[in-house]
């Protein structure tokens, strides 16, 4: 019994000693100093950039194109990397689960293309910009329905650093 109890104090105590570990994201960021003493992002970081301005653009079913909604996002995501310098991102393609593997890792890309080169019309270094599509192998949103579809339809965009 009381082998019991000290195994489980030992990985209580071991999962505490990982979440104090302090860690930096992609840019150096301590965890700590991202987040305001209320949860509000700091200007300039990550969270800022994913909760304020948004990192995810939505597509309609089978569509690569960039909608008004993902214009009026892109050009948030370009002014917030234009104002802190960012000089390299990602564009990840993401597709819902249904259709095959291979229309899905190119449907993936064409809408990773799609942001890329509105990013690209509006002043960002084509340079600074890769692209990867995951197609439907690592969906937000598990369930077999329009709702969970629609937020897998998706370009995301990873901030690489400055």
Not at 117 to 142: Q, V
Not at 147 to 154: A, D, G, I, K, T
Request: glycine residues 10%.
């Amino acid at each position: 019994m009381k082998l019991k109890i000290v195994k489980k104090l030992m990985i209580v105590g071991l999962c505490v000693g990982l979440a104090a570990c302090a860690t930096k994201n992609e840019l150096g960021e301590d965890a700590a100093g991202v987040l305001n003493g209320v949860g509000i992002a700091q200007p300039g970081t990550l969270a800022e950039f994913k909760q304020v301005i948004g990192d995810n653009i939505l597509f309609d079913t089978n569509q690569t194109s960039v909608n008004d909604t993902g214009k009026v996002l892109l050009q948030k995501q370009y002014a917030w990397l234009l104002q802190y310098n960012v000089t390299n991102i990602k564009i990840e393609g993401h597709a819902d689960e249904r259709g095959t593997r291979a229309y899905n890792i190119a449907l993936g890309a064409r809408r990773a293309s799609s942001v890329k080169s509105y990013l690209i019309s509006l002043g960002f270094n084509a340079s600074g910009i890769s692209t990867l599509s995951f197609g439907k192998e690592r969906p937000i949103s598990l369930c077999d329905n329009i709702s969970c579809w629609s937020q897998n339809r998706r370009a995301v965009t990873i901030v690489m650093g400055k």
